[in-house]
């Protein structure tokens, strides 16, 4: 079983920046491939990124293609998400998952485990 729990969202303004990280507890954390996914009220879950379990693959949506960095860190069982130039849009209730079994995918039906989510509010 793998618990993850992500840090604190905020609020920000616009073109702003935050970093969110995901605590995962587990000794096999760094052989899921772990996401972040984001949802806003009436709409499904959305990819936002995903890396591989070693970090050597990632995957972006275009909405936030060059404005967000995910990366890793297996020692400290940690995932990470940098956030820069935030838009209104960015809004949302950010989830990290993992995947614990095959491939980097950016299906949130894929993932076997979710955080419980936590809000970032983007002010314009």
């Known amino acids: 079983q793998v618990q993850l729990v992500e840090s604190r969202g905020g609020l920000v303004q616009t073109g702003g920046s935050l970093r969110l990280s995901c605590a995962a507890s587990g000794r096999t954390f760094y052989t899921y491939p772990m996401g972040w996914f984001r949802q806003t009220p009436g709409k499904e879950r959305e990819l936002v990124a995903a890396?591989?379990?070693?970090?050597?693959?990632?995957s972006y949506a275009d909405s936030v293609k060059g404005r967000f960095i995910i990366s890793r860190d297996n020692a400290k069982n940690i995932l990470y998400l940098e956030m820069n130039s935030l838009k209104p849009e960015d809004t949302a209730v950010y989830y990290c998952?993992?995947?614990?079994?095959?491939?980097?995918?950016?299906?949130?039906?894929?993932?076997?485990?979710w955080g419980r989510g936590t809000q970032v509010t983007v002010s314009s």
């Open positions: 890396i591989s379990w070693s970090g050597g693959s990632t």
């Open positions: 998952a993992a995947r614990a079994l095959g491939r980097l995918t950016t299906t949130p039906e894929d993932y076997d485990y």
